[in-house]
């Protein structure tokens, strides 16, 4: 893998009231978005929410695995490691 990016493991709950970064269970960011899990219109909406909030281009976020899963693991920037860190430490 590239040095350039790391790995995110993500809980979604789709069909949610609203989009939202809930925080951490263990080492798993929870997110909420409103998008159900029909053709991708979820895991979009996931992707977004993640590029608006570390403010990226959604091209940088990159979905690696759980395309039908509520459980997935996201392709981020190396540089956005810092940030998810301190979310994790300190909350949202």
């Known amino acids: 893998m590239n040095e350039e990016y790391w790995i995110l493991e993500v809980k979604v709950t789709p069909k949610s009231r609203e989009n939202k970064i809930v925080g951490f269970e ?3 960011l929870k997110i ?5 899990p029909e053709k991708g219109k979820a895991n979009e909406a996931v992707i977004a929410l993640l590029a608006k909030t570390l403010s990226l281009p959604k091209r940088d976020v990159t979905l690696i695995s759980g395309e039908t899963s509520r459980k997935k ?3 981020l920037p190396k540089s956005t490691e ?3 860190s301190h979310w994790r430490e300190h909350g949202l």
């Open 82 to 84: 810092s940030i998810i």
């Open 32 to 36: 909420r978005v409103t998008e159900a």
């Open 26 to 28: 263990g080492e798993v």
């Open 73 to 75: 693991r996201l392709l």
